[in-house]
């Protein structure tokens, strides 16, 4: 983006979230309670995130991925060919339990906590990934904003679940392929709408520089 | 597997990226010497990861000072971003920090950042 000034103070993304909105987000994925009345509980707690970033005095603000599962598996809400499955659900379709298990417990994290957005059919973008977000913290701020997406190794190494994912796409790159392609559709109609920022989440990076093994998969 | 060590491993895939800014952390002690990233990838702007969401303790805005003016070697100050290692709540149901610490990391940023502008301009 076009500096406005030197030493631009900003945040990465997610903020602690409160127990009305934990409970919210549950309720909504459990059909217990209505898409509006979960965006109201959403809209207060990310007011409020945002007020408290304009008065520490931060730059460029963020929502807090308050809406979001996760900063990655929030995709399975948005993307058509997703199913969002716990990890426990997983364990059925993992070649691997010994290693995924061991994974699990380098993570410190139970099977349940965490949410995976696999890819169970051709993907294709039901709506759009963050532009509502944009059109919403532009209601509540005057400051330049940052929207953040998870990256495609991230998307692509978590959503491969090979029994499921491959009987719909040949191998990893395929899949890419078209998580790219939605990614670079949605980075565009974001600076369409005027977005100061984007950032791309790339957690897992490492993993995949370093690691030949395309099959070996990580959650974060 | 989590990286050890500093960034150099990442640096031939970082490298070709085309974009205008990497976000790194540089808060834990795992990430390593500015160095590594600074001499090779200053053709862009480095978000300057300065405070860990992962702990309790409030970094000072000195240690900041610190971080960003060793930074300042090797990028402008307008390359320069100040930013959290990571969100504050990375997972739907644990969050990773309590919103008065989140808070009272940002205000450090804040505090750091208008030192560095006297300073540095």
Redesign the interface.
Known sequence: ?T?I??????????????REM?KA?RAFQKKALSRRDFDNVADVEIRRTVH??E?????IIVD??HR????Y?FIADKVDGTRLMSLADMLDYVEDKAEFEEMLRTMD?PAS???NPTCIGKLSRREPLAVNDLKFLRTISKKPVKI?LPGPYLLTRSMWVGALTGKVYRNHKKLADDIVKILREELIDLRDAGCDFV??DE?V???I???ENCDRR?F? | ???QGDYA??I??LKPMR???F?LEYATPRAGDIEVVGSVLSDR?L?L?VVN?RTDTVETPEEIVLK?TRALDFYR???????????????????????DV??QK??S??A??ET??KR??
């Open positions: 983006m500096n000034k030197t030493f631009t103070t900003t945040q990465v993304g997610s903020w602690p979230r409160s934990l987000l408290l970033q008065k520490a005095g931060l730059d807090g991925e979001r599962e996760s900063f598996a994290m906590a965490v949410k953040t950032q791309f957690p990076l490492t993993e520089v370093m690691s990580t974060m | 597997m989590l990286l491993k990442l031939p895939a974009i205008d800014q976000v702007e978000g990861g969401p960003a100050p307008e390359q320069l971003f100040l930013n959290t290692d990571c969100g504050f709540g990375c997972f739907a149901s644990r969050s990773v920090n309590v919103e989140a808070f940002l205000c940023i804040v750091a950042a560095l502008r540095f301009g």
